[in-house]
């Protein structure tokens, strides 16, 4: 059984910094690819960042270049987002995806964590 599980979501203010992290678990589970996709009330999950498994290609939305930073620690099946200067428009829930190739498309990914809410207060 694959199981994503994100952490570090919460409220924070405008120009603040929030670190997400996701823990893969699962028998013998190393992705290619890891992906982070974000969901606001009321609009369609979108593309956030993605890496690749040995880091050396990464992808960021327009959106969030400059600002977020995708990681990853293969010795923990752990992926990061660093999010530095949030602004309100980053409210929404965060999930980790990862699937055997990189894309911007939530198709691609075939596992999914449950979630974390990121709040930014103005």
């Known amino acids: 059984q694959v199981q994503l599980v994100e952490s570090g979501g919460g409220l924070v203010q405008v120009g603040g910094s929030l670190r997400l992290s996701c823990a893969a678990s699962g028998r013998t589970f190393s992705p290619n690819f890891m992906g982070w996709f974000r969901q606001a009330s009321g609009k369609d999950r979108e593309f956030v960042s993605a890496i690749s498994r040995s880091g050396s290609w990464t992808e960021y939305a327009d959106s969030v270049k400059g600002r977020f930073t995708v990681s990853r620690d293969n010795a923990k099946n752990t992926v990061h987002l660093q999010m530095n200067s949030l602004k309100p428009e980053d409210t929404a829930v965060y999930y980790c995806?990862?699937?055997?190739?990189?894309?911007?498309?939530?198709?691609?990914?075939?596992?999914w964590g449950q979630g974390t809410q990121v709040t930014v207060s103005s």
């Open positions: 995806a990862a699937g055997p190739v990189g894309s911007r498309s939530p198709r691609a990914y075939s596992y």
